[in-house]
T-cell receptor
Framework: SAVISQKPSRDICQRGTSLTIQCQVD?????MFWYRQQPGQSLTLIAT?????????ESGFVIDKFPISRPNLTFSTLTVSNMSPEDSSIYLC??????????FGPGTRLLVL | ELKVEQNPLFLSMQEGKNYTIYCNYS?????LYWYRQDPGKSLESLFV?????AVKQEGRLMASLDTKARLSTLHITAAVHDLSATYFC????????????FGKGMKLTVNP
């Protein structure tokens, strides 16, 4: 199984600012995923990040708003740019564990005022 | 586009009772996941179902998959308070870029 850590675990931010979330995995993985979970809602995939290539964004999510870096096989960052209160969510990174399952990090709880 | 529906979305049940919850999905897939989420926590993997007819059991929970009916069930046996949580099913898309599509989740409350 993969052990995933995220920083920060939570933050309160002012509208108009940006926050970068870090995701670290204890093993090398090809694909990393970023999800958003709005309050009381299910998970929505933001983008898939492969090392060495541009992230692939899902419908409704754009690179200017959610830029992603994937500098190596164990690390990725997601930036939430020009935040508004509607961005208040839990952001989770995830990695695929082969046929076993997809593992999720502990999440970053973001509140935008 | 793959859609995943869970039924029911909210369930309140008494300890000791049994219940089955359902997860339907709209397009072909041969991989389905069940996750548990406690309030304020991340997702904990419960089951991965990889083929038609797959059945897995862990404690008081048993999950099954019928790929022909595009249906998975999660059966709760003799519920206990500790099972109170939100349960998500997620289905892996097939063809092209594979990704997980989640249902809305079912919030389970088990009352003493």
């Amino acid at each position: 199984s993969a052990v995933i850590s995220q920083k920060p675990s939570r933050d309160i931010c002012q509208r108009g600012t940006s926050l970068t979330i870090q995701c670290q995995v204890d093993s090398q993985v090809t694909m990393m995923f970023w999800y958003r979970q709005q309050p009381g809602q299910s998970l929505t995939l933001i983008a898939t990040a492969n090392q060495g290539s541009e992230a692939t964004y899902e419908s409704g999510f754009v690179i200017d708003k959610f830029p992603i870096s994937r500098p190596n096989l164990t690390f990725s960052t997601l930036t939430v740019s020009n935040m508004s209160p509607e961005d208040s969510s839990i952001y989770l990174c995830s990695v695929a564990g082969g046929q076993e399952t997809q593992y999720f990090g502990p999440g970053t709880r973001l509140l935008v005022l | 586009e793959l859609k995943v529906e869970q039924n029911p979305l909210f369930l309140s049940m008494q300890e000791g009772k049994n219940y089955t919850i359902y997860c339907n999905y709209s397009t072909t897939s041969d991989r389905l996941y069940w996750y548990r989420q406690d309030p304020g926590k991340s997702l904990e993997s419960l089951f991965v179902l990889l083929s038609n007819g797959a059945v897995k059991q862990e404690g008081r929970l048993m999950a099954s998959l019928d790929t022909k009916a595009r249906l998975s069930t999660l059966h709760i046996t003799a519920a206990v308070h500790d099972l109170s949580a939100t349960y998500f099913c997620a289905v892996l898309t097939q063809g092209g870029s594979e990704k997980l599509v989640f249902g809305k989740g079912m919030k389970l409350t088990v009352n003493p």
